[in-house]
């Protein structure tokens, strides 16, 4: 499955983003699929998962702000990001194809090529 980010950009403190992720496939096809996110000098991280049966799983550090959603009519994964704050600022990759509701990059086989969020 082919995977393609858009909607990042530069945002204040404070401030809301939300990111799409369109995808060669349907999402139903793919049983999980998530958003990760790599900083400079940092490990990519998971930020949000969900599952083909709505179950979701999101990263301590954004919980509360971030929401992960899909629209399957038009294969479309999005993380609609509120209250964003600088420790938020990475690349954000939309991830398909894992093996679990996990968010250990390591279980997922595709990947976008990323999307630059920076908050300031």
């Known amino acids: 499955v082919q995977l393609v980010e858009s909607g990042g950009g530069s945002v204040q403190a404070g401030g809301s983003l939300r990111l799409s992720c369109a995808s060669s496939s349907a999402t139903s096809n793919t049983y999980y699929m998530g958003w990760f996110r790599q900083a400079p000098g940092k490990e990519r991280e998971g930020v949000a998962i969900?599952?083909?049966?709505?179950?979701?799983r999101y990263a301590d550090s954004v919980s509360g702000r971030f929401t992960i959603s899909a629209d399957n009519a038009k294969k479309t994964l999005s993380l609609q990001m509120i209250n964003l704050k600088p420790e938020d600022s990475a690349t954000y990759y939309c991830?398909?194809?894992?093996?679990?509701?996990?968010?250990?990059?390591?279980?997922?086989?595709?990947w976008g090529q990323g999307t630059q969020v920076t908050v300031s």
């Open positions: 991830a398909a194809d894992g093996n679990n509701c996990g968010l250990n990059p390591a279980i997922f086989r595709s």
């Open positions: 969900m599952a083909n049966g709505g179950q979701t």
